[in-house]
């Protein structure tokens, strides 16, 4: 933010965001009530969290899964719901050990 | 070279959306409008026009279809009447809102209940506040002089607002008049290229449409709204004067008919105005100081202008064929009553007739009548009878 704040004739008419991948900046991981816990131990990485979260907040690399994105994961239970070996876990996000919206 | 011909309204409209050619048009049928794309229907399916023709299975449907398209980066139409505007509603705000040009007829129509078909003004009046620039038109040369003047309104990158266009259901929609129509190379050097700046189909430049705006910025966003209503009407002008030099008709933000040294005079929208012209050319020749304002641009209201053009009469009669239910008069009334306000001068004494709903005929009778009643107003200096429901039976 500069110093002298933006107003209604700075930014783009519409809403319209003329910048792709925006919505990384907007962090929503802070809307959530339940966060999934993933373990590592017992995951085959099937992907199916992956393919199905709507919020594209497990993260993957080199093709496995390395952890969730806290800062924009919504809590929704989606992968818990779908991942056949139910290595996730929704558990009640108090805002300890992985802080809503505080990262992974 | 322009044709002369005799024509009813509807033709007339479907007429300048041939030669307007738009990229696509998404509409369903609804009485009075139908006849408007079934018309349109047969240009494209006889190639004689490149549009995109998206057969929808409601209004909901159609307004959102022209929303998507336009998004997309087409020069995008629609067309309807009533309920068919009254479904669209939610789609209306999002198409202002998301600063999209689209341009639509829109046939006036009575809302149910009860159920009617024929005209009048309830159906456009409830979408005023919706963000859309309404432009009205009294016969079949303005409505097609306005849609074709609507591309140039809507897309200059001063406004960037939907338009919609109106006439009266079946008086103009199915009578048939004479009307001057242009010709197509004409028209389409006037509407030229629509070439939008931000487009979804700009694969090149990726944009996002219709992203979460909290409290964060919503109102911003509200705000160029209202700014770019504030260069409509100098845009509407402009446009006007251009207009002018390829047809030699002129439009402004509103018509005066024997207005300036008249004492009294009747506020009207739409074909209501043609008869009450007849009336005062008969009233002038008893030597009656009798004129007569229609409205032409209503969203935005050019209220200073209308204001001034109203402050030195003695009393004016407003003609509403719709009512707000407010129990203080139809929506013209008000909007005049607030804009006459901070006129100058003495209070200018106002009236209201609620005429026509549903379909209801005004006459010339009628019309007299009115003008008497300003008359005595304008002697006495006393409203008796502040709105009037004008052909109602008791
Ligand atoms: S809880 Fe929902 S948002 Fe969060 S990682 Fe799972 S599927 Fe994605
Ligand atoms: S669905 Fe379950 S097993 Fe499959 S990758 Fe995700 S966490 Fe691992």
Redesign the pocket.
């Known amino acids: 933010m500069s110093a002298v704040e933006k107003g209604w004739k700075d930014v783009p008419i519409g809403g319209l965001v003329l910048e792709a991948g925006s919505a990384k900046k907007y962090e929503t991981g802070d809307w959530r009530t339940y966060k999934p816990v993933?373990d590592e131990e017992?995951?085959?990485?099937?992907?199916?969290?992956?393919i199905y979260c709507p919020d594209v907040s497990?993260i993957v690399k080199d093709g496995k899964?390395s952890g969730i994105d806290y800062k924009h994961c919504k809590g929704c239970g989606i992968?818990a719901h779908?991942?056949?070996?139910k290595?996730?876990q929704m558990v009640l996000d108090t805002g300890e050990n992985g802080e809503a919206g505080a990262g992974e | 070279m322009s044709k002369r011909i005799a024509i009813t309204g509807n033709e007339a409209v479907a007429e300048a959306m041939r030669q307007i050619n738009p990229d696509v048009v998404a509409a369903y049928p609804i009485t009075p409008q139908t006849e408007i794309v079934q018309f349109f229907a047969d240009f494209v399916s006889d190639g004689k026009v490149d549009t995109e023709f998206v057969t929808v299975e409601s209004e909901h449907s159609a307004m959102s279809a022209t929303v998507g398209a336009s998004a997309a980066g087409a020069r995008a139409m629609t067309a309807t009447s009533s309920q068919g505007l009254a479904l669209m509603w939610e789609v209306l705000y999002i198409a202002a809102g998301l600063r999209l040009p689209i341009v639509a007829p829109v046939v006036n129509r009575a809302l149910s209940a009860p159920i009617n078909i024929h005209c009048d003004h309830s159906d456009t009046m409830g979408a005023r506040d919706s963000g859309w620039i309404q432009i009205y038109s009294e016969d079949a040369q303005e409505a097609y002089d306005n849609l074709i003047q609507a591309m140039r309104i809507a897309e200059h990158p001063d406004v960037l607002l939907p338009t919609m266009v109106t006439m009266d259901g079946f008086i103009v929609s199915h009578g048939m008049g004479n009307a001057e129509l242009l010709p197509d190379d004409v028209v389409k050097k006037f509407v030229r290229e629509y070439e939008p700046e931000h487009y979804l189909l700009d694969v090149e430049n990726p944009i996002t449409v219709g992203a979460l705006d909290f409290s964060d910025w919503y109102f911003e966003h509200r705000r160029q709204m209202v700014d770019a209503h504030t260069n409509v009407k100098d845009v509407v002008l402009q446009v006007a004067k251009e207009f002018k030099e390829i047809s030699g008709r002129e439009y402004k933000l509103f018509d005066s008919y024997k207005l300036d040294d008249a004492e009294v005079a009747i506020v009207v929208i739409n074909s209501a105005a043609g008869t009450a012209k007849t009336v005062v050319d008969k009233l002038r020749e008893k030597g009656l100081k009798v004129g007569l304002l229609k409205i032409r641009l209503f969203r935005p209201f050019p209220y200073e202008e209308i204001a001034e053009a109203l402050s030195d009469k003695k009393a004016i009669a407003v003609l509403d064929r719709a009512d707000s239910l407010s129990l203080m008069g139809g929506p013209l009334y008000i909007d005049l009553r607030a804009a006459m306000y901070d006129s100058p001068g003495p209070r200018v004494k106002m009236v209201n007739y609620i005429y026509g709903l549903g379909g209801r005929d005004l006459n010339m009778d009628q019309i007299a009548g009115v003008y008497d009643d300003l008359m005595k107003i304008a002697e006495t200096g006393e409203v008796t009878e502040p709105i009037t429901y004008l052909g109602v039976r008791e």
């Not at chain 1, 779908?82 to 070996?85: A, G």
């Open positions: 993933w017992k995951c085959s990485n099937c992907m199916l969290c992956w497990i899964v992968c779908e991942c056949p070996r290595c996730i």
